[in-house]
């Protein structure tokens, strides 16, 4: 929801109560809301069994849905805003609140400050708010009765649900049958389906082992997320001996957009039977809904019942697991990357291990088909308890998964951290902020990237800013940045073998990541590994491409590779890629100290001179370049003015200055 709680105009009240009632010196309006607005709100987000579009029967249509206070939604109260009414009170217009209700401590009971507009002995319109009890008799009935005695109905027209006379809940709490797809992840059992699959099962039968539907095999729950809906299931029953060798492999890497995928499934099974379906299509985006980086958009048409089943990429390696629909979009679905996966992996109590070669690649699509087929499983949940949300694909629900309203609010304090950061340059506001989004969703790569970041270059803690990047590439193991700045901190903290396998996990994700060759150029420097260095540093140099460096410029690369060069003993060599440094930055004082100190090893002890005064008017505490002038004053015999610059480069921290003033300077 974008519109905003605003401020009404204030209507002056009179002091006339009536039945008790208190006054309400203020009125509000939520601007631009429309009935479009409110479904909007309700088919994107996990909604209470009280939110919907309501009928009144005092002739009222209202939204009821969370309020919002400050930007955030409200899990215990929610506002009433009128859609239309066909009453004879001119007072009340669309958009204006009619009231809030509030949770009690007992289910399906609300308290409501239920807002009533007349005439008083003045003949101006006074606003009364009458407090009262609500009751939700059904899934579609919410009842209360005013202080006058009427009581008020109201009927849910939307969403559409199933009503119950004994349930105060928006989803009954009766005996249902529902069908989901899982498919197999080793040969002794173990399948991967959905969370909300199997989410309040009290027994879960596989189908279809080996393309044999007529025996049922009993599994049971190993280990599931709720966060990310993806589920473990291991069959356990005396019958099953093996669900053979599996014949595909998972997906290492991200999949591009445009690229073909097919999903295999069994959805919609009371219409369209037991045999498994073949769907096709794109990877739409990289993105998901509200571009959830943990999933796919797929162009592949998924139904009710798909959930939980594979996603191929041509070769035959699994790509994704397939969770939802767009319910308002064509051919719009969504996949779970499997390297989300891979986290309940290391949560099985034994190891899995995943063939390395794939039989599907290489093969065409229905014989591709033909040997996944038996690896494809129907799964069918009895006597499930449903929860009451819009999870979706399983065959009970139809409906596709939303965010919740915590994912909601997590995503305002998100931006809000941003324009903490960006406006007001406030980085610990910005860390309080983005550590709210991570408690209210916890499954946010992103979140913890940004909080990561926070700690790394403002907070400068680095240690958290490790574990924050450890959290994101968890969630997101393609998620290059986070692998180059926890190489960062650790470089920071002097773990540099660490740096350097992140350094080098950063260029495996992108091979143009410049600035982690630069880093991992610098790492390998301090461990000695000049020729190493100089190797990463050649490909900044020699690179064609269109990407910049963030953090550093082309000039410190060329000043970098000639030090290595004057270490490694090479100093002729180094001088023309200082030299290149110079014409591309004469600034930095570091470059000139360089050159000044090739001059040195070189015997160049005037030019020497010349450039370390260069580097010490641009930094006039750079130890090293007093270091090398003072010994090239001593070469050419000017020892009083070389103990001089001895002495400053002592004072700023070169011991091997007193080494020379010891043997110089009498």
């Known amino acids: 929801m974008k519109s905003k709680l605003i401020l009404f105009a204030a209507i002056l009240i009179k002091c006339t109560a009536t039945f008790g009632q208190k006054k309400v010196a203020n009125y509000y309006s939520v601007k631009n809301y429309s009935e479009e607005v409110a479904k909007g709100y309700f088919d994107r987000f996990d909604i209470d069994a009280i939110e919907g579009i309501w009928q009144s029967s005092d002739g009222f249509k209202y939204a009821i849905e969370k309020d919002v206070d400050i930007g955030m939604r409200s899990d215990e109260k929610y506002r009433i805003i009128i859609l239309s009414h066909n009453t004879d009170n001119p007072f009340w217009k669309e958009n204006y609140i009619k009231g809030f209700i509030e949770k009690t401590a007992v289910k399906g009971v609300f308290n409501i400050d239920y807002y009533t507009a007349g005439q008083n002995y003045t003949g101006n319109t ?287 304090y998100f931006t809000q951290a941003l324009d903490k950061l960006k406006n007001e340059k406030d980085a610990d506001a910005a860390l309080e902020l983005i550590s709210k989004s991570v408690e209210l969703n916890p499954n946010d790569a992103n979140a913890y990237g940004f909080r990561g970041w926070l700690y790394l270059f403002r907070i400068r803690n680095y ?64 461990l000695n590994d000049r020729r190493g260095a100089i190797e990463d540093y050649d490909f900044i140099i020699n690179y064609k491409g269109s990407k910049k460096m963030e953090l550093f410029d082309l000039a410190t690369v060329y000043n970098n590779k000639a030090y290595c060069l004057v270490e490694l003993g090479e100093s002729e060599k180094a001088l023309p890629f200082v030299n290149k440094a110079l014409d591309l930055n004469d600034k930095p004082a570091y470059i000139w100290d360089t050159r000044g100190e090739i001059y040195y090893r070189i015997g160049e002890y005037e030019k020497c001179i010349k450039d370390m005064s260069k580097a010490i008017e641009l930094d006039k505490e750079s130890e090293n370049s007093f270091y090398y002038r003072g010994l090239s004053k001593i070469k050419l015999g000017k020892n009083s003015e070389a103990c001089s610059d001895l002495s400053k480069a002592g004072q700023f921290g070169k011991e091997e200055a007193y080494e020379a003033i010891k043997i110089n300077c009498k």
């Open 463 to 526: 240690q958290s800013a490790i574990e924050d990047f450890t959290k994101a590439i968890q969630l997101d193991y393609n998620d290059a940045k986070s692998f180059y700045y926890r190489g960062f901190a650790e470089e920071i903290l002097k773990q540099n073998s660490e740096a350097i396998k992140d350094y080098s996990a950063t260029i495996s994700k992108d091979e143009e990541y410049l600035d982690a060759y630069f880093r991992r150029g610098l790492v390998k420097s301090s």
């Open 126 to 412: 006074e606003i009364e708010v009458q407090t009262c009890l609500g009751m939700l008799e059904t899934s579609a009935l919410f009842t209360f009765t005013k202080q006058t005695g009427d009581k008020i109905l109201l009927i849910k027209l939307y969403p559409k649900t199933e009503t119950n006379d004994n349930d105060n809940t928006y989803n009954s709490d009766d005996a249902r049958k529902a069908t989901g797809t899982g498919f197999a992840l080793s040969s002794n059992g173990y399948i991967i389906t959905n969370h909300h699959v199997i989410d309040k099962a009290n027994s879960i039968e596989v189908r279809g082992i080996n393309g044999d539907f007529s025996k049922k095999y009993t599994a049971e729950v190993v280990v599931s997320d709720d966060k990310i809906d993806l589920a473990i299931i291991k069959i356990k029953d005396p019958l099953f001996s093996s669900l053979g060798s599996i014949p595909y492999t998972l997906r290492q890497s991200t999949a591009d957009v445009g690229e073909n995928v097919f999903v295999l499934g069994y959805p919609l099974t009371t219409t369209m039977g037991e045999e498994i379906k073949l769907t096709n299509g794109i990877i739409s985006s990289k993105t998901g809904f509200q571009g959830d980086v943990s999933t796919y958009q797929i162009s592949a048409p998924v139904q009710t019942g798909n959930s939980g089943g594979p996603m191929f990429d041509k070769s035959g390696n699994i790509a994704g697991i397939v969770s939802a629909k767009h319910l308002m979009a064509e051919n719009a679905g969504y996949a779970i990357k499997i390297n989300y996966a891979k986290n309940l992996f290391d949560l099985l109590p034994t190891t899995i291990n995943f063939p390395t070669i794939n039989l599907l690649n290489g093969k065409t699509l229905s014989e591709q088909v033909k040997i996944a087929s038996n690896y494809v499983y129907l799964i069918v949940i009895n006597d499930k308890v449903s929860s009451g949300s819009y999870n979706s694909g399983s065959q009970n629900s139809g409906e596709q998964k939303k965010p919740s309203v915590s994912k909601q609010n997590a995503s305002i």
